[in-house]
């Protein structure tokens, strides 16, 4: 079982930044990868940003490449989520989630993760 805390969301302007952090707790982190999902309101969760269980790859969503970063220290059992040049379409829910190493399936599917987040709420105002 792996607890996930998510941290960080609130209002900012167009053009601002947020970080959100994601603490996790209850088994080794490294045996997990990471990803960051958001869910505006009437429409269904979506992928943002994926890591590997050690960085060395990261995986992102067409609409934030260039612009978000996703990151992870395994020795604090976090990850993160460097959001710039925030736009008012990045608005939503955001959630971290787990996926065990061996459960298969691609970064951008919502049923390849097994433990997730209560989410926290991003506002970005025009």
């Known amino acids: 079982q792996v607890q996930l805390a998510e941290s960080g969301g609130g209002l900012v302007q167009a053009g601002g930044s947020l970080r959100l952090s994601c603490a996790a707790s209850?088994?080794?982190?490294?045996?997990?990868?990471m990803g960051w999902f958001r869910q505006a309101p009437g429409k269904e969760r979506e992928f943002v940003a994926g890591?590997?269980?050690?960085?060395?790859?990261?995986y992102y969503t067409d609409s934030v490449k260039g612009r978000f970063t996703i990151s992870r220290d395994n020795a604090k059992n976090t990850v993160y989520l460097q959001m710039n040049s925030l736009k008012p379409e990045d608005t939503a829910v955001y959630y971290c989630?787990?996926?065990?190493?061996?459960?298969?399936?691609?970064?951008?599917?919502?049923?390849?993760?097994?433990?997730w987040g209560q989410g926290t709420q991003v506002t970005i105002s025009s």
């Open positions: 890591i590997t269980r050690y960085g060395g790859s990261t």
């Open positions: 989630a787990a996926a065990y190493l061996s459960t298969s399936g691609s970064y951008y599917d919502t049923k390849r993760y097994d433990y």
């Open positions: 209850g088994r080794t982190f490294s045996n997990y990868i």
